[in-house]
């Protein structure tokens, strides 16, 4: 059984950057991709950024060449680095595995 655990979030004025890391713990297939999405109040899930195991990487557009995607050999551990962080990425960031899977969010509050 696949269990993920995100840490990292906080709080930081516009321009600033954050880490978010996720360890992941059971089986994860090749096929699985592993990913970061982020919510706010009344709004859906959206895909933030995704790994395959081969490492070919996604961003949405809001995030292209602002964050960057990585995972560790063994896929135990996942990282989603935020730099120029806007109020707009102010939201819970969730970390996934097959887009099934999901831990239990980290909030990240960006003030201007």
């Known amino acids: 059984q696949v269990q993920l655990a995100e840490s990292g979030g906080g709080s930081v004025q516009a321009g600033g950057s954050l880490k978010l890391s996720c360890r992941v713990s059971g089986y994860i297939g090749w096929w699985c991709e592993l990913g970061w999405y982020r919510q706010t109040p009344g709004q859906e899930r959206e895909m933030v950024s995704r790994?395959?195991?081969?490492?070919?990487?996604y961003y949405a557009d809001s995030v292209k060449g602002r964050f960057t995607i990585s995972q560790d050999n063994t896929r135990g551990n996942l990282a989603l680095q935020m730099d120029s962080l806007a109020t707009e990425d102010t939201a819970v960031y969730y970390c996934?595995?097959?887009?099934?899977?999901w831990g239990q969010g980290t909030q990240v509050s960006v003030s201007s």
């Open positions: 996934s595995a097959c887009s099934r899977v």
């Open positions: 790994i395959s195991s081969g490492g070919t990487t």
